[in-house]
């Protein structure tokens, strides 16, 4: 493995710490060259300048945002496996995944750009949710339900020409949706993301309503992952359910 360093001019995932490749890319790595070229290491070294940071797009800090709450549901997607299919978990890294996520959830509402201090929580955050991937040596912590849903979202708009968004907000409707499923305050999680001005909506994520639907109907087939969408998912109708409910799609 080549070693790297990583210096990011944004906040908008865990990727800059994390020694997993975005899902699709690996995927398509895969397919091309073989499993063994879809692997990468965490840097050896990261530098974040907040100065430069402070000054990314406004969507950048909401992404950032969104993937670090999104850790809430993957970390019970994780609990799940682990009871139920006797999958490997480190109570660790479940723990630094999830104070990830309570360290912008405490600050939701001063996450905004322009802000020094804003990108220096967002960083700080991200940065421990890598971290939590490389002791478990899996993105597991950092990635369930809600990723799988996103992902979906993904594959469609490349094959349907469904519109999509960035990553972490879309991240974050799935959050709203899965911590409804697995019986958490989904209703507090949609707060803390409307205090730090993220998406709550289909509509104010620019996200087609039928795209959000089917994205939920296939997301357990994404991956080999098992998460509260269980083997066989959810039907087009309580797809429905889920997302009015939630008010994800009105």
Request: glycine share 8%; charged share 25%; hydrophobic share 45%.
């Amino acid at each position: 493995g080549l070693k790297y360093l990583s210096a990011p001019t944004s906040a908008s995932h865990d990727g800059v710490a994390s020694p997993c490749i975005n899902f699709l890319l690996s995927r398509q790595i895969e397919s091309e060259k073989g499993p063994e070229w879809a692997v990468a290491e965490a840097p050896f070294a990261i530098i974040a300048d907040t100065e430069i940071i402070k000054n990314a797009p406004s969507e950048t800090f909401k992404a950032g945002f969104g993937d670090l709450i999104s850790k809430i549901t993957a970390v019970k997607d994780w609990e799940l496996a682990s009871k139920l299919r006797a999958e490997r978990y480190s109570e660790y890294a479940a723990s630094m995944a999830l104070l990830s996520a309570k360290i912008v959830m405490d600050h939701a509402n001063e996450i905004r750009p322009g802000f020094e201090e804003s990108a220096r929580i967002l960083v700080k955050a991200l940065i421990g949710s890598g971290v939590a991937i490389s002791i478990a040596g899996s993105s597991r912590p950092a990635s369930g339900s809600e990723h799988l849903f996103s992902h979906a979202l993904d594959i469609l708009a490349a094959e349907k020409g469904y519109r999509n968004t960035h990553h972490g907000i879309q991240v974050a409707l799935g959050t709203i949706m899965m911590a409804d499923l697995q019986g958490q305050d989904w209703k507090k999680i949609r707060e803390k993301l409307m205090e730090a001005g993220v998406p709550v909506t289909a509509k104010e994520a620019g996200l087609d309503r039928k795209a959000v639907i089917e994205a939920l109907t296939i997301a357990h087939k994404i991956r080999d992952r098992f998460t509260i969408l269980g083997t066989s998912g959810l039907t087009e109708a309580a797809a429905k359910r889920l997302a009015e409910r939630t008010g994800v799609i009105s």
